[in-house]
């Protein structure tokens, strides 16, 4: 962290008080419109679970920002992406969320043009050839896709920079979960009347926990101290060889996963000793997804914005389907303990939405602790061209790649 002044080096901390982004920024149509181009068109955007797409002909429809999308599987099973838009006068080509076409063709439902699953004009309905028209100039127009461990994601900008680059160091941090064999048993969907970013800023710091979240705290009780790793403290050094969890991270003692008991189920296959002592493990795909991995199992939540002031998160459990099959597998102690957090947070969201109305309020300051919301809100200064503040940002899987001491 050398290379950023403004963090701390010795610990994790910002070394003074720094402004937050403006508050018209959780406001303003017109920002909400650049930020919408700006970063969720150019970033890598989740869509679904490869699963939930079976075999070729199997689609997808969803929206990024306002910008329609199909996902399909080819003739092959390759996942493939595509504006979900004629390429004749531009209707909309699907219109059902999801489906399995009867054909290996997608037929325009306006004048009946055709296109393979790759993406080619086939055939032009009733209209005759005419001069100056070449079908091999008029194929769907692609948009690239990346699945990892099963969680399927597309990116709206041609020179986007590739998956693997941006976010290998997120899925070395859990490379040994089984992603890929997890399968969905829950889904909850949440409106929250607050901008996007707003849902990140309040993820990405724990001085909240002790008050908003007084059972997570007790499950994890470093939260409760209001950090959120052992080097967010600045005396961390002192206590270096401490492995009681209130110091380290960590689950309480006696506690084996996340859930209403802190019992695990089981543990998904692959992990380690050190996978199991951590808790939980996070990533985070900005800007529309974060992932938390514990012994039994793996929460997935979606971040969409809807406007200025609106947004929806949609969570998903995975489980192995070993554990699910077991007599005694109980996925209510699992889930409403996400449930009670994920609720928690969304009325503290709301709550922070709320003021930041007030007009005569322009932005608000960062103290030492949030160090991630700052480094978060720099992130969308770069993303928007605006000038950063720090001279760039360390990946949070560099900032965990510290000696673990
Ligand atoms: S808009 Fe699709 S065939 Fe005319
Ligand atoms: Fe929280």
Not at 261 to 272: K, Y
Not at 327 to 332: K, N, Q, R, S
């Given at each position: 962290m050398d290379d950023y002044p403004v963090l701390e080096t010795e610990f994790n901390g910002l070394s003074r008080a720094m402004p937050a982004l403006p508050a018209a920024?959780?406001?303003?149509?017109?920002?909400?419109?650049?930020?919408?181009?700006?970063?969720?068109?150019r970033n890598w955007v989740y869509l679904c679970r490869a699963e939930t797409l079976e075999g070729p002909k199997a689609f997808r429809t969803f929206t990024i920002a306002d910008q329609p999308i199909l996902l399909l599987r080819d003739a092959e099973g390759a996942l493939r992406g595509f504006?979900?838009?004629?390429?004749?006068?531009?209707?909309?080509?699907?219109?059902?969320?999801?489906?399995?076409?009867?054909?290996?063709?997608?037929?325009?439902?306006?004048?009946?043009?055709?296109?393979?699953?790759?993406?080619?004009?086939?055939?032009?309905?009733?209209?005759?050839?005419?001069?100056?028209?070449d079908r091999a100039d008029h194929p769907l127009l692609p948009i690239s896709v990346a699945e990892w461990g099963g969680f399927v994601f597309a990116n709206l900008d041609p020179d986007a920079e590739a998956f693997e680059t941006l976010y290998g160091a997120e899925m070395a941090y859990v490379a040994n979960w089984p992603l890929a064999d997890l399968r969905m048993g829950h889904s909850y969907t949440k409106r929250i009347n607050c901008n996007w970013k707003i849902f990140w800023e309040n993820f990405n710091e724990c001085l909240h926990c002790p008050n908003i979240h007084p059972e997570l705290s007790a499950l994890v009780p470093i939260y409760g101290r209001a950090i959120m790793a052992r080097r967010d403290d600045p005396d961390w050094a002192q206590t270096a060889s401490e492995t009681a969890a209130h110091i380290s991270g960590g689950l309480r003692a006696g506690a084996t996963s996340w859930s209403m008991?802190?019992?695990?189920?089981?543990?998904?296959?692959?992990?380690?000793e050190d996978d199991l002592d951590a808790g939980q493990r996070y990533v985070t795909l900005m800007p529309s997804i974060f992932v938390a991995h514990h012994a039994d199992y793996v929460r997935s939540v979606q971040i969409t914005p809807i406007s200025p002031v609106e947004m929806e998160i949609t969570a998903e459990w995975f489980f192995h389907?070993?554990?699910?099959?077991?007599?005694?597998?109980?996925?209510?102690?699992?889930?409403?303990?996400?449930?009670?957090?994920?609720?928690?947070?969304?009325?503290?969201?709301?709550?922070n939405q709320a003021g930041l109305q007030s007009r005569a309020f322009e932005r608000g300051v960062l103290m030492q602790e949030e160090y991630e919301v700052f480094l978060f809100q720099d992130w969308i200064?770069?993303?928007?061209?605006?000038?950063?503040?720090?001279?760039g940002v360390a990946s949070r899987a560099s900032r965990r790649a510290k000696p673990k001491a």
């Open positions: 920024w959780y406001l303003d149509p017109a920002h909400h419109a650049r930020e919408m181009s700006q970063i969720w068109m504006f979900n838009t004629c390429r004749h006068r531009g209707s909309i080509l699907c219109q059902q969320a999801s489906g399995m076409l009867d054909k290996p063709l997608i037929t325009c439902p306006y004048h009946q043009w055709a296109y393979d699953l790759s993406g080619r004009l086939r055939a032009t309905g009733p209209m005759r050839p005419v001069e100056g028209f008991d802190g019992s695990a189920q089981g543990r998904l296959p692959g992990l380690t389907p070993e554990m699910t099959a077991r007599p005694d597998f109980d996925m209510g102690k699992i889930v409403d303990f996400g449930i009670l957090v994920m609720d928690q947070d969304a009325d503290a969201c709301e709550m200064r770069g993303q928007l061209g605006e000038p950063k503040l720090s001279q």
